[in-house]
């Protein structure tokens, strides 16, 4: 037999070879070390991106509450409806029962969605399909209804419900450009809604899974789940009740003026900013925002035949109902604007409460005529004559000892250069001259007609002008909340500066209040309140603005000795014939004052005079001797006489009847006989009459008078209506209702 | 070999065993590298059940369905071995032309369409009832076989180019020729693997492996005239940067990578394998070692090498003992088989070489060619054992 392997055999097999292996080896590891070790990050990071499935947990969005946490907006719970047109045909070989299956539930799920069975049927047809949305953000008795169905026919594989988040306003269009609204995936697209985003939105969790090459969850136990943190709440200053009162009046003023480029309202607290409401209109309903609120809005755009052109219609409408005019509209000021000079000139002591003043009914500056409102001219006026007749030679004259440097240094002090801070997106400033004007500028800017601002811009300088000179920021988000309603952080107040002093600030609430109590009382008036106003009516001379065509608006503050809050009413271009602020604007801010005072525990006390013409209810005299019966009218506090016809003992009939409102100084006539007939009078026309010259020729006819607004009843202002017209006759004793228009000042 | 037989005759006659196996007492095969090969086995099935599960969960709806079968191929295979460890291995050298004979034909006969089955576009099974074998397994033995044959036969002449070189180039180009029909070009680079060190330990002069090389050259140049540069250009392009574009060509290749990286130094544990939840194709199969270093790391794919190693050192230690020329070549032409194999098996895997389909002995999943690598080593053991008996 052969012998073994030769020397040289096993020397190349155990030198040469195993050389080579051991170099392959060597290389093989050092391969398998790279992959490994050195690039292992970037491997794993390969494997967890195809490996690992993860889904959001949603966070739930925090609330917003008006000040009094009554609910503004909020997210309720909806679902998402979807099937598997896969799961549906899986396992059914009879065409026949397939489509009986997928008829059935395209028909139950159309009826319960409300939806067409055919688009639903289309899509249960997509077999290859595991996911096909059918229905989104539907409520919780929907989703109810199909889990019923689903589960009745065991259908749970089929049919697929998925939590989502519906925002829900449950005021509809309630302060909606301040409030705003969230787009489908629940970010905030509008107003608070977007400016506080991230505070309310919060973080949202998720889960990790494992899925394998098909999509499939893995069979193991790894779930990893990071809970979601909900989102905080907000605590307006925005109160429910002062904003819903407010909007009703700023729609009145709207559908009565028909202003073409909107109306806005603003009630601030003086001291700290907070807005307690803010409305606008054009406004929309939050729940339905992409939808045209206004009519003729809605109408014109209809109108429209050009698809495009209808398009972009409708965006610009929408654009602009969104927008929140009182701080982002920019206007002239006009005479409201004389506030901000008066005192700054009290200030700067170049003007006096006793410094007078000339009106000629215009005034040449630079070659310019400038024309005042009273054509004729106020002749001679002091400063507070000069606010109250909303004198415009007079401030010309303020604004030119001022000076153009100094005129400028208030006009930015007063925060007219800048946003004034308010957390609301959408913030703009309006256009002003600098230090460097002319004198032209400088005259027409003294009455308020060169440069523009926003309406918040002004109530927060006018603000500063009334409540010592401090300039505050406006804010409506009061407290941050957590999930618990635990507050988190709170709105500080921030008093950007004190622009004049607390003299200053008195002598102009003085003024300011001698405007609304002139002639024994304006449309700003109020009864039992001291109000402190000024009213503006501007001429909008933008480029491209319509001649003749006015801003009326009205800024008040009250009390007028500690003034607490501050009333705006803005309205553009009114085109139903009023123009002026005193006669659009003021009765409204005068309405929500009269509201909002009371609402917030402000008492009124009542003069002498007005206490006289406080209405009383009548009582029922009938079948009471006539001392009784007078007794018992004194006691009802109607101290205006009685008048006895007849010859009777007892009463038998009275005019007015009982349940009748008249004022206290009214008159009740007592009829005692049958026998006497009663007496008629025929009514006289006391049109345009003053209020008091009207009162007294109808008393003098024995009728009861009543006068409706807040103006008094020694006002300067006019009878515009009466409510028995002029040639009735009536009986004697009957209330004739006065309208009477305050005289217009501006 | 008669005489043998006497000399190693011990006295004991009076065992528990009895008269029979005490008169013809085989000596004891080596245990070490027994306990190496059923480590390496242990090892295996341990990663075949953690491997396979997912994919037999999802093909046959039984997550055992592979395990179940591989434990079954490896307890024959075990059997097998121990059977075939008492067989004398000269019997294979009087067969040597037979066994090469019948692998031929298997070779020639998968080629027809009715006996080859056709899989993935190559013609490499043959079905005969339950079982299922690859003719190249067979043929790898067959070749193993008769070089071992020729070498011990002539080796005083394998130094020349007529002797050393022409027979076994003519027979390594024929199998070649035959298996690139069918096609498989893993087991072509094997085979041709496995001969080269063979003739290399048998004696064949270095400079003539340059003709060989020469030959090999033209067979690429061939394979590249016959594909067409640009698919060569691709395959480079895939294999030297994979994830510049993930298609059906580089998955394996990505899959692979993406375990063997994500599993870093120390592994996700054992059965703790993602990848293996179908993102892996051949997880359990060609692939099963990228499952062992994401589920064990570094370390557990340093344990795989070691354990080849050992192998290899002890097989050779094994085969250097026979005390003949045949001994000695079929012992080392079959653990240069396996290491071969292993080795171009985890170059695959780890992207070392560019891919191409070929199992880890031991470890891969795959019936019969599991049978056959214990057979083998069956040989290896009967050579620890016949080569003690003609110890002087």
């Known amino acids: 037999m052969a012998k073994g392997a030769t020397v040289r055999m096993k020397k190349r097999l155990n030198r040469h070879v195993m050389i080579v292996a051991v170099i392959l080896v060597v290389a093989l590891i050092g391969n398998l070390f790279r992959i490994s070790a050195l690039q292992g990050d970037f491997y794993t990071e390969y494997a967890n991106n195809q490996q690992l499935r993860s889904e959001t947990i949603p966070a739930s969005r925090g609330t917003i509450y008006d000040t009094n946490m009554e609910v503004l907006a909020q997210s309720t719970t909806v679902w998402d409806v979807s099937i598997s047109p896969k799961d549906i045909a899986s396992g059914i070989d009879d065409p026949q029962k397939l489509s009986e299956k997928q008829e059935l539930i395209a028909k139950t799920l159309s009826e319960i969605l409300d939806t067409s069975e055919e688009t639903l049927m289309t899509k249960i047809q997509k077999i290859e399909s595991q996911y096909q949305l059918v229905g989104q953000k539907v409520s919780k008795e929907t989703a109810d209804e199909i889990r019923a169905f689903a589960t009745e026919q065991g259908y749970t594989s089929e049919i697929h419900l998925a939590e989502n988040t519906k925002r829900y306003y449950p005021n509809g269009q309630l302060a909606a450009s301040v409030i705003g609204f969230t787009g489908t995936d629940s970010q905030g697209l509008y107003g608070l809604e977007s400016k506080y985003d991230d505070v309310l939105k919060g973080t949202p969790g998720y889960t990790v899974t494992l899925k394998n090459a098909q999509s499939e969850d893995m069979p193991q136990n790894f779930e990893q789940r990071y809970d979601p943190v909900d989102g905080q709440s907000l605590r307006l200053t925005i109160d429910e009740n002062i904003q819903s009162f407010v909007e009703s009046t700023l729609y009145d003023v709207v559908k009565q003026h028909n202003p073409k480029n909107g109306a806005c309202a603003i009630v601030m607290d003086c001291n700290t900013g907070a807005i307690l409401a803010m409305a606008n209109y054009p406004t929309f309903d939050l729940n339905d925002p992409f939808t045209i609120y206004d009519e003729q809005l809605a109408a014109a755009v209809e109108e429209i035949t050009d698809a495009d052109e209808k398009k972009e219609a409708k965006s610009a409408a929408q654009q602009w109902q969104w927008s929140n005019m009182c701080i982002s509209h920019t206007y002239q000021p006009g005479s409201t604007f004389k506030t901000v000079v008066g005192a700054a000139a009290i200030e700067e002591k170049v003007a006096f409460t006793n410094s007078t003043y000339s009106c000629a009914g215009y005034v040449t500056i630079g070659g310019e005529k400038m024309r005042c409102n009273n054509r004729s001219g106020h002749g001679t006026l002091d400063f507070t004559s000069a606010m109250v007749h909303s004198c415009n030679p007079a401030f010309i004259s303020i604004g030119l000892s001022l000076g153009a440097e100094r005129f400028f240094d208030y006009y930015k002090a007063f925060g007219f250069t800048e946003k004034t801070g308010i957390d609301l997106p959408g913030e703009q400033i309006g256009t002003y001259y600098g230090a460097d004007m002319s004198d032209v500028s400088l005259a027409s800017s003294s009455f308020g007609q060169s440069q523009t601002v926003t309406p918040l811009q002004l109530i927060t300088a006018v603000c500063a002008v009334t409540n010592g000179g401090y300039l505050v920021e406006p804010y409506v988000v009061e407290d941050i909340l957590d999930s618990n309603n635990n507050v988190v952080s709170s709105h500080e107040t921030n008093i950007k500066r004190q622009v004049i002093s607390e003299e200053t600030s008195a002598t102009l609430r003085t003024v300011m209040e001698a405007v609304v109590d002139a002639n024994g009382g304006t449309n700003g008036s109020v009864k039992g309140y001291r109000i402190a106003a000024k009213s503006g009516t501007s001429q909008r001379m933008n480029p491209g603005d319509e001649a003749n065509t006015y801003i009326a608006s009205y800024v008040a503050v009250a009390p007028a000795d500690d003034p607490q809050i501050a009333v705006m009413v803005m309205a553009d271009y009114p085109q139903n014939g009023a123009i002026y602020g005193g006669t659009i604007a003021a009765p409204a801010v005068a309405a929500i004052m009269a509201d909002t005072l009371p609402y917030l525990g402000y008492s009124p006390e009542y003069s002498e005079e007005e206490l006289a013409s406080m209405e009383t209810t009548v009582p029922l005299l009938y079948g009471k001797d006539i001392a009784a019966a007078k007794n018992k009218l004194i006691a009802s506090g109607i101290t205006g006489g009685v008048v006895v016809k007849g010859s009777g003992s007892t009463v038998i009939k009275q005019m007015p009847s009982s349940g009748a409102k008249i004022p206290k100084d009214g008159k009740v006539i007592l009829y005692t006989d049958e026998g006497t007939k009663q007496e008629y009078v025929t009514v006289p026309d006391v049109r345009n009459l003053t209020a008091t010259q009207a009162k007294q020729r109808l008393k003098q006819l024995n009728l009861n008078v009543t006068v409706t607004g807040g103006v008094s009843m020694t006002s300067a202002g006019k009878v515009q209506q009466q409510s028995v017209s002029a040639g009735t006759s009536v009986p004697i004793g009957t209330v004739i209702e006065l309208t009477i228009i305050g005289e217009t000042l501006d | ?392």
């Open chain 2, 1 to 392: 070999m008669t005489a043998a037989e006497k000399r190693a005759q011990p006295n004991k006659q009076k065992t528990k065993r009895g008269i029979h196996i005490a008169k013809k007492k085989i000596p004891r095969m080596d245990t070490a590298f027994l306990i190496i090969i059923l480590v390496l086995l242990a090892y295996g099935v341990i990663m075949v059940f953690s491997a396979s599960y997912p994919a037999a969960l999802e093909k046959t709806g039984n997550s055992l369905h592979f395990i179940s079968q591989h434990i079954l191929f490896v307890l024959l295979g075990i059997a097998a071995m121990i059977f075939i460890s008492y067989i004398d291995y000269h019997v294979y050298q009087r067969f040597a032309f037979v066994i090469f004979g019948i692998a031929f034909l298997l070779l020639i006969l998968v080629l027809i369409p009715g006996i080859g089955k056709e899989l993935n576009n190559a013609r490499r099974w043959i079905y005969i009832g339950p079982i299922n074998f690859q003719p190249s397994e067979i043929m790898k033995f067959g070749v193993i076989v008769l070089f071992a044959h020729l070498i011990s036969h002539d080796q005083k002449r394998m130094g020349t180019f007529t002797h050393g070189v022409v027979p076994y180039m003519i027979c390594l180009i024929t199998i070649a020729g035959l298996m690139m029909l069918e096609p498989h070009l893993s087991g072509t680079i094997l085979i041709f693997g496995i001969g080269c060190i063979m003739m290399y330990i048998g004696g064949t002069k270095l400079r003539y492996f340059l003709v060989i090389g020469g030959v090999a050259g033209l067979g690429v140049a061939g394979v590249v005239l016959l594909k067409g540069v640009n698919y060569i250009v691709d395959r480079l392009q895939f294999w030297l940067n994979p994830f510049a574009d993930v298609n059906d060509k580089t998955w394996q290749t990505v899959q692979s990578l993406v375990a063997i990286g994500s599993g870093g130094l120390f592994g996700r544990g054992i059965g703790a394998s993602r990848q293996k939840y179908l993102w892996l194709p051949e997880a359990y199969n060609d692939f099963i070692f990228a499952v062992i270093c994401e589920e064990l790391g570094l370390i557990g794919a340093l344990l795989v090498i070691t354990l080849f190693v050992l192998l290899a050192v002890r097989g050779f230690s094994i085969a250097s003992k026979a005390t003949d020329k045949f001994g000695f070549m079929l012992g080392v032409g079959i653990i240069v088989q396996i290491c071969l194999q292993a080795f171009l098996n985890i170059a695959v895997v780890t992207n070392f070489v560019p891919n191409t389909g070929i199992s880890l002995p031991f470890f891969s999943y795959g019936g019969t060619a599991i049978m056959m690598q214990l057979g083998e080593m069956g040989i290896l053991l009967s050579i620890s054992r016949y080569a003690k008996i003609e110890k002087p």
